[in-house]
């Protein structure tokens, strides 16, 4: 992507077009270079050796370009996001989800339903 990028949400859209194209992790790994640009283009083929597969490459990418304190604070706002009360469940769901996403692009469906669970108002 271009420098100044928000990795997050540009990795979101790649790994979007990649699953509409139904690439396997490998043909994404091999087809990943040619969507990076400048900063992040050297830094894959300088560290290509030590991303073998897609979901390393994923975490190593964040690790090396998205700021750590954007991921705290969105791991904050997840852990203390209650559905409000005039937010309908749908409303609700497709915020979480998107701070799951902002919090861990990988985050397993278990924890994803832990914190929607865990923000629902009672009835």
Avoid at 84 to 97: A, G, I, N, P, T
């Amino acid at each position: 992507g271009r420098s100044k990028q928000n990795v997050s949400k540009w990795l979101r859209e790649v790994n979007q077009t990649m699953h509409l194209l139904k690439l396997s992790d490998t043909e994404k790994l091999f087809y990943i270079p040619s969507c990076l640009e400048a900063d992040a283009k050297d830094w894959f083929f300088d560290n290509y050796h030590f991303v073998p597969s897609w979901s390393l490459f994923v975490q190593k990418l964040l690790d090396t370009f998205e700021s750590s304190s954007k991921a705290d604070i969105a791991f904050n706002r997840l852990r203390q996001y209650q559905q409000s009360l005039h937010q309908d469940v749908r409303q609700y769901y497709f915020e979480l989800m998107k701070l799951c996403k902002e919090a861990n692009p990988l985050m397993d469906e278990s924890s994803k339903l832990q914190y929607l669970k865990d923000g629902l108002k009672s009835s």
